[in-house]
């Protein structure tokens, strides 16, 4: 099984650092958004998914890069953030989710951590969530990678 982990993130590298720790316990490929031109993941038969939550969605980028890549037949997909609430996740990743299953990609799992939130009027006080995501959240990311890709 190949596995690719596509991610964006800006502010505080909450969802690199989440991207890595699944990249590294499952020796997936990583890659961020910025630096993938081609939309082309064929020859990956699992891909991941993420970004942080801004507005209660995943970045538009990560969205827009969803309806356009190419997959293999049969590959799934997982979805996965970082969110100063996470607990919404299950709104939050509604627009990825559907376009990966508007496309036919079955989507096998999703994973919302929370990472330091400065935005908005979170900013006001400081921010929410300083220090995650922590060492025990990249535990769980690491177990749900794992999961995921049957290791």
């Not at 909450?14 to 081609?38: C, F, P, Q, S």
């Not at 607990?87 to 990609?105: A, D, I, N, V």
């Given at each position: 099984?190949?596995?690719?982990?596509?991610?964006?993130?800006?502010?505080?590298?909450?969802?690199?650092?989440?991207?890595?720790?699944?990249?590294?316990?499952?020796?997936?490929?990583?890659?961020?958004?910025?630096?993938?031109?081609?939309?082309?993941?064929?020859?990956?038969?699992?891909?991941?998914?993420?970004?942080?939550?801004?507005?209660?969605?995943?970045?538009?980028?990560?969205?827009?890069?969803?309806?356009?890549?190419?997959?293999?037949?049969?590959?799934?997909?997982?979805v996965?953030?970082?969110?100063?609430?996470a607990?919404?996740?299950?709104?939050?990743?509604?627009?990825?989710?559907?376009?990966?299953?508007?496309?036919?990609?079955p989507?096998?799992?999703?994973?919302?951590?929370?990472?330091?939130?400065?935005?908005?009027?979170f900013?006001?006080?400081?921010?929410?969530?300083?220090?995650?995501?922590?060492?025990?959240?990249?535990?769980?990311?690491?177990?749900?990678?794992?999961?995921?890709?049957?290791?």
């Open positions: 099984m190949r596995a690719v982990i596509v991610y964006e993130s800006l502010h505080h590298g909450n969802t690199k650092r989440v991207a890595e720790a699944m990249a590294d316990a499952i020796g997936a490929d990583l890659v961020h958004l910025r630096d993938r031109r081609k939309a082309d993941l064929r020859g990956y038969s699992l891909v991941g998914l993420g970004s942080g939550i801004y507005r209660l969605r995943h970045h538009p980028d990560i969205i827009a890069y969803a309806a356009r890549m190419k997959v293999e037949p049969g590959a799934r997909a997982f996965f953030s970082t969110a100063g609430v607990f919404l996740s299950g709104f939050s990743h509604r627009s990825l989710r559907r376009t990966l299953e508007e496309r036919g990609l989507v096998a799992g999703e994973l919302c951590l929370c990472g330091h939130d400065t935005y908005a009027i900013g006001l006080i400081g921010g929410i969530n300083r220090g995650r995501p922590d060492e025990r959240d990249l535990d769980r990311a690491r177990v749900f990678a794992r999961y995921l890709a049957g290791t």
